[in-house]
């Protein structure tokens, strides 16, 4: 088995032809002004960003203390104590973002709330995941007290040991069920479950064959897909976003800038999650006329700025589509999933509905996803249509947790030359580090590094999913140790950017020699 590329150092992974290669970042806040929580400022409607409340005022707030963190907007100001993002040398930039709960998939109902209490997204019974290091030690006291019970008793799978280990990591989360496919130096291993897959009608366990919602883990096979496409000669990830469009992409406020398909994987493209955009999953409309909208582009020069945004990744759909004029689901079946053996679909109506896992919020106790109603409304994926297809990339992703595990294996060099070393090279160097400082979390092109020693002893590489209640995660180490973890629902406590429930599986599952 051979080791990743360049896996052998913690040091600061070196610069890329055309890549920005700093790290840093900041933590930049919004003025709360009296209002609920407001955790994105994804909404212009709201109080808190309105061009209205002044510099002053909100400078003012800061100062006193009546703001709190949020990822970075047009009215963000940096927080008291902290310096503004300073502009690093030629090659390099400065990098801050934060990640959303991922809404891709059809519905806002786990788009983060900006709106004042009693709004029609508030009455949905929408609510955020815990931010911040207060937050989160409030929310893990509070799960063991008014978290959902877990309902099962013991892991199965596995042995013994492992398995116990296992089940304390989901039982202190609270998870509702689970599969988790293990694998050591490149080679599928045992596979763990517990709890259960679905609750409507008769409950369901969740099994090995449970076909899960992976959120934002759909982000990892879109970036394999794009390199095995550059692997073979048929695309580039230094395209420029408007040639694959076929129409001028570019930000108003950098007028000339190229922005590229790389920028769009590793988040750097300041294409941002704008209000449309979320608007979009109930009322629909043309990605052309989303990218006219200037809130969907940050202040920052193209390249430059780390901004996690979902449209952007959904773009890649849209602009594959667009390239070879097949469907994105009949493009990634092709190219990525038959090679690989890999039983995997964006079309949720090609899937039996008895194998499909539903899914929940522990904390606070609400439904999440149901995939008996999203199969009842759900239409086929046709043919392209890449200017309403920039919803599926970025989120829709349904497998199994042993079918997860083999995607992470290509990354590991399970299938030799299947993606080239430049690829997997590009997939693994990170070009920034998530603001967070907790946990030391780092960002790629579709692919996290995770370099901390209070976690682990060497570098992980992989990617976290959260929606509707599940906490998903895929980690693995240079030696093709790891696993892929997909579950029904879980507390959503982090330690920075990283899952309480990805923490505690790769202390049970990974070794921690060097």
């Known amino acids: 088995m051979a080791h990743l590329p360049g896996a052998t150092a913690r040091s600061a992974p070196a610069l890329l032809p055309g890549l920005p290669g700093s790290h840093g970042g900041c933590h930049c806040q919004v003025v709360l002004l009296g209002q609920a929580p407001c955790v994105s400022a994804v909404d212009s409607r709201c109080p808190c960003v309105r061009p209205a409340c002044g510099a002053a005022r909100r400078r003012k707030a800061l100062q006193s203390g009546s703001a709190h963190a949020c990822d970075p907007v047009g009215y963000a100001l940096p927080p008291a104590g902290l310096s503004a993002p300073r502009r690093l040398p030629a090659g390099a930039a400065a990098f801050a973002g934060v990640q959303r709960s991922d809404p891709a998939a059809g519905r ?50 596995g042995n013994e040991d492992t398995a116990r280990a296992v089940g304390k990591v989901l039982k202190n989360n609270h998870v509702a069920g689970a599969t988790i496919q293990r694998f050591e130096a490149g080679r599928l291993t045992e596979c763990y479950t517990a709890g259960f897959a679905a609750w409507e009608g008769e409950k369901r366990p969740a099994a090995a064959d449970t076909v899960y919602r992976t959120a934002s883990i759909a982000k990892m096979a879109t970036a394999l897909l794009v390199f095995r ?43 941002v999650d704008s209000p449309a955009y979320y608007e979009a999953f109930d009322r629909p409309c043309d990605l052309s006329e989303l990218l006219k909208y200037p809130a969907s582009y940050s202040q920052d020069p193209p390249g430059m700025t780390f901004r996690y945004s979902n449209l952007a990744a959904g773009m890649v759909g849209s602009l594959l589509e ?61 043919g392209p249509e890449p ?12 497998l199994t947790a042993p079918m997860l595990a083999r995607l992470a294996l290509v990354i590991c060099g399970s299938h030799p030359g299947f993606i080239d070393d430049k690829g997997l090279r590009l997939m693994r160097t990170p070009t920034t580090d998530w603001p967070q400082k907790e946990i030391r979390m780092r960002h790629g092109m579709g692919l996290l590094q995770l370099d901390d020693p209070q976690v682990h002893p060497a570098p992980l590489w992989g990617h976290q999913g959260f929606a509707y209640g599940a906490v998903n995660g895929v980690f693995f180490d240079a030696q093709g140790n790891g696993f892929a973890a997909l579950n029904s629902g879980s507390g959503e406590r982090r330690y920075g950017h990283l899952a309480a429930v990805n923490r505690g599986l790769i202390d049970a599952l990974l070794p921690k020699g060097e």
């Open 322 to 382: 667009k390239r070879f004029e097949m469907s994105f689901e009949k493009l990634i079946q092709k190219e990525l999933f038959s090679p690989l053996g890999v039983q995997a679909t964006f079309d949720i109506t090609t899937l039996p509905a008895d194998r499909l896992a539903d899914s929940c919020r522990v904390l606070p106790r609400e439904s999440g996803f149901s995939a008996r109603k999203r199969l009842e409304t759900a239409a086929p994926l046709a």
């Open 108 to 157: 806002l109902a786990d788009r983060r709330p900006c709106c004042p209490p009693g709004s029609r997204y508030h009455q949905r019974g929408e609510r955020t995941m815990p931010v911040g290091k207060l937050k989160n030690t409030l929310y893990g006291l509070a799960l063991p007290v008014l978290g959902r019970p877990c309902g099962w008793r013991q892991v199965q799978g």
């Open 387 to 398: 200017q309403r297809h920039y919803q599926l990339a970025s989120g829709n992703l349904y």
């Open 229 to 271: 496409l550059q692997s073979m000669d048929k695309l580039d990830v230094r395209e420029d976003v408007s040639d694959l469009l076929g129409e001028k992409v570019e930000n108003p406020h950098h007028p000339g800038a190229p922005i590229t398909l790389g920028m769009l994987l590793n988040h750097t493209s300041s294409i």
